[in-house]
């Protein structure tokens, strides 16, 4: 079994930034790519940001230029970096993993919880 926890949201003004974090934790054979995706009141989840295993990144296009995906690979942790933030930024951010458990068994995507991050001055 897999876990994925998130921390670092809150509420701040536009404008300013915050570091979301999520660590996986569990019986981790091989974490492939990492993502976070968000998901706003009556909206369906989006995908934010990805980043592979070698450090290949993608970026929905409204935060481009605003917002950086990295991760520590040796502590299975994906962080966002969201700066310049907007009120259309609300939302809850779900971190993923594209998780294998054992060389036999094929991958699977893992979900964090999720964390609220709010932008309203």
């Known amino acids: 079994q897999v876990q994925l926890v998130e921390s670092g949201g809150g509420l701040v003004q536009p404008g300013g930034s915050l570091r979301l974090s999520c660590t996986a934790s569990g019986s981790i054979f091989v974490i492939y790519s990492m993502g976070w995706y968000r998901q706003a009141p009556g909206k369906q989840r989006e995908l934010v940001a990805k980043i592979t295993s070698a450090g290949i990144t993608n970026y929905a296009d409204s935060v481009k230029g605003r917002f950086a995906i990295s991760r520590e690979n040796a502590n299975n942790t994906v962080y966002l970096q969201m700066n310049s933030l907007k009120p259309e930024d609300t939302a809850v951010y779900y971190c993923?993993?594209?998780?294998?458990?054992?060389?036999?068994?094929?991958?699977?995507?893992?979900w964090g919880q999720g964390t609220q991050v709010t932008v309203s001055s």
């Open positions: 993923n993993a594209n998780v294998r458990t054992t060389i036999t068994r094929p991958s699977f995507i893992s």
